[in-house]
């Protein structure tokens, strides 16, 4: 691990003095560095129109099942706000005849993950299902895209569902904007703010067949859970749900602050709430993705083994460390086969990401962009690569031209 990334490591701990630092070394490193716009066989799918093109989160495919129509997301604004007062446009591309129409709309967003716009499950094909604000409440609308009917308003936002399509999870996203504004909601305020560790319900099952919103556990629950002595006055939040291909358990970023001081541990759990499993407890866990029903792979820093990518396997102490070249941070994902891995980079010194694509263990960079200074900090555009359904192509978002775009490389 290089001097840059022990430094970095130590400054996750102190966010705020992480962003003044980061940006001060970086504006002199791009002073003195050589200057790319990309490189890549990089090919853009957005509209080359005025406005703000992206998709949203690593862990939901754009595509259809088909592979022709594509989900994209229009905003006026994607850089001076983290979650923006302006309307969203959601977007159906159709990459057969290029032409693009607008199908929705959203008043819930926010530049990192959009509103949750995904197909749902388990046909991936004419309907879809995204968050909204509507008569004071958050909710979330399943709609054909290509009739324009509503068929249904679920009382509550999602945030991860089944791929069945019969099942969702959601969380306190009026809490998350309060500690991680690039990934909740303005519009309704919180009502735990002055609460560290609320007895109340942060995570609930959603049956999307017939509306019905079950409470699941609570930020004591987590707070209780194996507790350490660093958790016993500090704030509590929990982030990044995300369902097992099957359905049937779900892992949660259980996250506490003391100070500026940040801890994270990965956490396993059944749908219905029970047999919690900590899977992963050494401080520092990231962004992760089930590549089997019971395998993760997650960016951490382990205690025994450094920052990098491990494989766990789920309700175990067992892992494997992968690519132990790479030490930085970004959104993995495997290949519908399971045979490559992508993942992406935050921009370095020289304000360059990178798309990287993982065979074994053998590296490729796909793809490099640019990222101006203007999209940073809570308002960056990372790459988030996702798969197509079929494995041949990954599509991303960049900035790379002066604006929010979605792009694709084929493999």
Same mark, same amino acid.
């Given at each position: 691990?290089?001097?840059?990334?022990?430094?970095?490591?130590?400054?996750?701990?102190?966010?705020?003095?992480?962003?003044?630092?980061?940006?001060?070394?970086?504006?002199?490193?791009?002073?003195?560095?050589?200057?790319?716009? @990309?490189?890549?066989?990089?090919?853009?799918?957005?509209?080359?129109?005025?406005?703000?093109? +992206?998709?949203?989160?690593?862990?939901?495919?754009?595509?259809?099942?088909?592979?022709?129509?594509?989900?994209?997301?229009?905003?006026?604004?994607?850089?001076?706000?983290?979650?923006?007062?302006?309307?969203?446009?959601?977007?159906?591309?159709?990459?057969?005849?290029?032409?693009?129409?607008?199908?929705?709309?959203?008043?819930?967003?926010?530049?990192? =993950?959009?509103?949750?716009? =995904? *197909?749902?499950?388990?046909?991936?094909?004419?309907?879809?299902?995204?968050?909204?604000?509507?008569?004071?409440?958050?909710?979330?609308?399943?709609?054909?895209?290509?009739?324009?009917?509503?068929?249904?308003?679920?009382?509550?936002?999602?945030?991860?569902?089944?791929?069945?399509?019969?099942?969702?999870?959601?969380?306190?996203?009026?809490?998350?904007?309060?500690?991680?504004?690039?990934?909740?909601?303005?519009?309704?305020?919180?009502?735990?703010?002055?609460?560290?560790?609320?007895?109340?319900?942060?995570?609930?099952?959603?049956?999307?067949?017939?509306?019905?919103?079950?409470?699941?556990?609570?930020?004591?629950?987590?707070?209780? +859970?194996?507790?350490?002595?660093?958790?016993?006055?500090?704030?509590?939040?929990?982030?990044?749900?995300?369902?097992?291909?099957?359905?049937?358990?779900?892992?949660?970023?259980?996250?506490?602050?003391?100070? =500026?001081?940040?801890?994270?541990?990965?956490?396993?759990?059944?749908?219905?709430?029970? /047999?919690?499993?900590?899977?992963?407890?050494?401080?520092?866990?990231?962004?992760?993705? *089930?590549?089997? #029903?019971?395998?993760?792979?997650? +960016?951490?820093?382990?205690?025994?083994?450094?920052?990098?990518?491990?494989?766990?396997?789920?309700?175990?102490?067992?892992?494997?460390?992968? *690519?132990?070249?790479?030490?930085?941070?970004?959104?993995?994902?495997? @290949?519908?086969?399971?045979?490559?891995?992508?993942? #992406?980079?935050?921009?370095?010194?020289?304000?360059?990401?990178?798309?990287?694509?993982?065979?074994?263990?053998?590296?490729?960079?796909?793809?490099?962009?640019?990222?101006?200074?203007?999209?940073?900090? /809570?308002?960056?555009?990372?790459?988030?690569?996702?798969? @197509?359904?079929?494995?041949?192509?990954?599509?991303?978002?960049?900035?790379?031209?002066?604006?929010?775009?979605?792009?694709?490389?084929?493999?």
């Amino acid at each position: 691990m290089s001097l840059e990334q022990k430094l970095n490591y130590q400054l996750n701990k102190y966010p705020a003095v992480k962003k003044i630092i980061k940006r001060v070394y970086q504006l002199g490193m791009y002073t003195i560095s050589p200057k790319i716009k @990309s490189e890549g066989n990089i090919v853009r799918i957005s509209p080359n129109e005025q406005g703000e093109f +992206f998709f949203g989160y690593y862990d939901k495919c754009p595509w259809d099942i088909t592979g022709r129509y594509m989900l994209c997301m229009k905003a006026k604004d994607t850089w001076s706000d983290v979650s923006p007062k302006d309307k969203l446009e959601i977007l159906l591309l159709d990459t057969l005849t290029n032409t693009v129409v607008t199908v929705a709309e959203s008043n819930s967003w926010n530049v990192q =993950q959009g509103c949750m716009a =995904q *197909w749902l499950g388990p046909e991936f094909k004419e309907k879809i299902i995204y968050n909204d604000f509507r008569n004071g409440h958050y909710c979330s609308v399943i709609l054909n895209v290509f009739t324009g009917h509503e068929e249904r308003i679920i009382s509550v936002p999602i945030y991860t569902v089944a791929t069945d399509g019969k099942t969702a999870l959601t969380l306190d996203f009026s809490r998350l904007y309060r500690l991680r504004p690039g990934y909740g909601y303005y519009n309704v305020p919180e009502i735990t703010a002055t609460e560290r560790i609320p007895d109340k319900t942060c995570i609930w099952r959603i049956n999307l067949e017939n509306g019905n919103v079950t409470p699941l556990l609570k930020y004591t629950d987590f707070a209780n +859970f194996e507790q350490r002595k660093d958790m016993v006055n500090a704030e509590h939040k929990v982030n990044h749900l995300m369902l097992s291909p099957n359905g049937k358990r779900f892992m949660v970023l259980h996250r506490w602050f003391e100070g =500026q001081r940040k801890y994270t541990r990965l956490v396993t759990c059944n749908i219905d709430g029970t /047999d919690m499993y900590n899977l992963s407890d050494d401080d520092m866990v990231s962004h992760c993705f *089930w590549k089997s #029903d019971d395998e993760i792979l997650a +960016f951490e820093n382990k205690y025994n083994g450094g920052p990098g990518y491990y494989l766990m396997r789920d309700k175990t102490r067992e892992y494997t460390h992968f *690519w132990p070249g790479i030490s930085g941070d970004g959104h993995p994902s495997y @290949s519908p086969d399971g045979t490559l891995v992508v993942t #992406d980079t935050y921009p370095d010194r020289e304000r360059i990401a990178a798309l990287k694509v993982m065979k074994g263990d053998d590296i490729k960079i796909v793809a490099k962009v640019f990222a101006p200074f203007k999209y940073d900090n /809570d308002t960056r555009c990372d790459l988030h690569p996702r798969w @197509s359904r079929d494995g041949k192509m990954i599509c991303f978002d960049s900035v790379f031209e002066g604006v929010r775009g979605l792009y694709i490389v084929k493999l």
